[in-house]
């Protein structure tokens, strides 16, 4: 079993930056890509930015792409968000998700990622 432990999150400005950090735990796993997707109320979760874990196939929203970038760290099996130039429309709760099947790089589901952090509110006021 895995378990997801998400922080960073937080009330900005826009303009301003912020970092999500998620740490994964447990035994018996094997995850091959993890990413970020954000759900504004009352909408359905989509995709931000994901990884394989290999670091080869990566994948940005059209929305954050220049603006956030998603890296891991392989030796603490963490994977951030940095997150430059938010804006309000970026006001979500942010997932980390994990998954170890297989996934669509081009356009990440949620139904792929078996893995869920409990999630981090991120707040962008104008």
């Known amino acids: 079993q895995v378990q997801l432990v998400e922080s960073g999150g937080g009330s900005v400005q826009a303009g301003e930056s912020l970092r999500l950090s998620c740490g994964a735990y447990?035994?018996?796993?094997?995850?091959?890509?993890m990413g970020w997707f954000r759900q504004y109320p009352g909408k359905e979760r989509e995709g931000v930015a994901a990884?394989?874990?290999?670091?080869?196939?990566?994948y940005y929203a059209d929305s954050v792409k220049g603006r956030f970038t998603i890296f891991q760290d392989k030796a603490s099996s963490m994977v951030f968000l940095q997150m430059n130039s938010l804006k309000p429309e970026d006001t979500a709760m942010y997932y980390c998700?994990?998954?170890?099947?297989?996934?669509?790089?081009?356009?990440?589901?949620?139904?792929?990622?078996?893995?869920w952090g409990q999630g981090t509110q991120v707040t962008v006021s104008s």
């Open positions: 998700a994990a998954g170890g099947g297989s996934w669509y790089p081009h356009n990440p589901r949620p139904r792929d990622f078996g893995y």
């Open positions: 447990g035994n018996g796993y094997s995850i091959y890509y």
């Open positions: 990884m394989d874990t290999g670091g080869e196939i990566i």
